[in-house]
């Protein structure tokens, strides 16, 4: 069986090591995760498999335990969904902080039915400058009939207007 799981605590020592010794402890495999310390909070999300013969049951109620250490847990079957069709591409945005940046293009990129794979995004102080700016990059998967092309042109028609500059390339990996 496959899961993911969601998790949200006041950071501390710990916190990855007690959802992992749960993960474990009902014969779980860690498959992928992504974690930060976001203002003083933790939050997670992993992904881990577990065999047919785990107590899903028994599995549920002891992550919902971890409430008693304040770590909040949601937790999903996924059913091992397939990697789904369509090119993967890189985007990178830089430009001087303000309100709407993830907004504008996350519209841009919802309005092209574009699915947004992984997303990151910084505030750093510009060396020169000094002024705070904006950094976001994301791997992202074009749906079948979007050219690279195509999302390139919609992504260079909204930079001026959203005071970026947009980076858009090819997944390499693919």
């Known amino acids: ?14 916190i990855v090591e007690e959802i992992a010794g749960v993960i474990t402890k009902h014969d779980g495999n860690w498959v992928k995760s992504s974690m930060s310390r976001l203002s003083g909070q933790f939050a997670g999300i992993v992904q881990f ?5 785990t107590n899903e049951k028994d599995l549920k109620t002891e992550l919902a335990g971890l409430a008693e250490k ?13 990697e789904p069709a369509g090119q993967k591409a890189l985007i990178e945005l830089t430009g001087i902080d ?10 841009l990129l ?10 990151e995004t910084d505030i750093f102080t510009a060396s ?9 990059k994301a791997e992202i998967r074009l749906p079948e009939g979007l050219t690279f092309t195509e999302l390139r042109e919609a992504t260079e028609a909204i930079a001026e ?14």
Do not use: C, Y
């Open 1 to 14: 069986m496959e899961w993911v799981i969601t998790a949200i605590s006041e950071d501390r020592a710990g």
């Open 49 to 53: 498999t577990t065999s047919q013969s």
């Open 70 to 82: 304040g770590i909040t847990i949601n937790l999903v079957e996924t059913r091992g969904q397939e």
């Open 98 to 107: 303000h309100k709407g940046i993830v907004a504008e293009i996350t519209h």
């Open 110 to 119: 919802a309005e092209k039915n574009v699915t947004i794979e992984e997303l």
């Open 128 to 136: 020169m400058a000094g002024e705070p700016m904006f950094l976001a």
């Open 161 to 174: 207007d959203i005071m970026v500059d947009i980076n858009l390339q090819m997944d390499k990996a693919e």
